[in-house]
T-cell receptor
Framework: AQKITQTQPGMFVQEKEAVTLDCTYDTSDQSYGLFWYKQPSSGEMIFLIYQGSYDEQNATEGRYSLNFQKARKSANLVISASQLGDSAMYFCAMREGGAGNQFYFGTGTSLTVIP | DVKVTQSSRYLVKRTGEKVFLECVQDMDHENMFWYRQDPGLGLRLIYFSYDVKMKEKGDIPEGYSVSREKKERFSLILESASTNQTSMYLC???????????FGPGTRLTVL
């Protein structure tokens, strides 16, 4: 089974609108971490936001927020007030368990912001 | 700022050649990772290391080996390159497993 599932290969959003990128995960660990990364066309991977499994509040970083629904095992990224520079690939990732455990990445969602 | 550097942005090799991809980080991070990225498949972990001389297999270690003799350097080795190893290779590091990873710019390897 896939550890991280991103079901939206491509998404379009109008500039200044909000957009939600979906991510579901699969783990039996109680302790885990969820991450979102952005990859512009230049190829660099940029860390956006982190949510720990024990964090009670949804993580927020500027225009990025993570809608964490533990029971549903979902960790959707919400981008508010989209900008043209938000056009990129977005990857959801999970770190299972404790030290020495690996990361898993999803297949990514390509977001295009339309002027 | 954390900096992760990779030895080459583009590399072209012939089938059967031994290939070394080098990665260096300058922030004293414990963990280092090698991924390959292919369209439609996302990032797949090849190997990772959480300490000097320590290594763990990721999801796709076949055909690859790694070396971590010093904390700041993590090398990926293709013992005998094959055309199916043509890909983008990304190196990353993190302070520990609980923290976000910082990525290098990537090496686009073509094996002819």
């Amino acid at each position: 089974a896939q550890k991280i599932t991103q079901t939206q290969p491509g998404m379009f959003v109008q500039e200044k609108e909000a957009v939600t990128l979906d991510c579901t995960y699969d783990t039996s660990d109680q302790s885990y971490g969820l991450f979102w990364y952005k990859q512009p066309s230049s190829g660099e991977m940029i860390f956006l936001i982190y949510q720990g499994s024990y964090d009670e509040q949804n993580a927020t970083e500027g225009r990025y927020s993570l809608n964490f629904q533990k029971a549903r095992k979902s960790a959707n990224l919400v981008i508010s007030a989209s900008q043209l520079g938000d056009s990129a690939m977005y990857f959801c990732a999970m770190r299972e368990g404790g030290a020495g455990n690996q990361f898993y990445f999803g297949t990514g969602t390509s977001l295009t912001v339309i002027p | 700022d954390v900096k992760v550097t990779q030895s080459s942005r583009y590399l072209v090799k012939r089938t059967g050649e031994k290939v070394f991809l080098e990665c260096v980080q300058d922030m004293d991070h414990e963990n280092m990772f090698w991924y390959r990225q292919d369209p439609g498949l996302g990032l797949r972990l090849i190997y990772f290391s959480y300490d000097v001389k320590m290594k763990e297999k990721g999801d796709i270690p076949e055909g690859y080996s790694v070396s971590r003799e010093k904390k700041e350097r993590f090398s990926l080795i293709l013992e005998s390159a094959s055309t199916n190893q043509t890909s983008m290779y990304l190196c990353a590091s993190s302070f520990n497993t609980y923290n976000e990873q910082f990525f290098g710019p990537g090496t686009r390897l073509t094996v002819l």
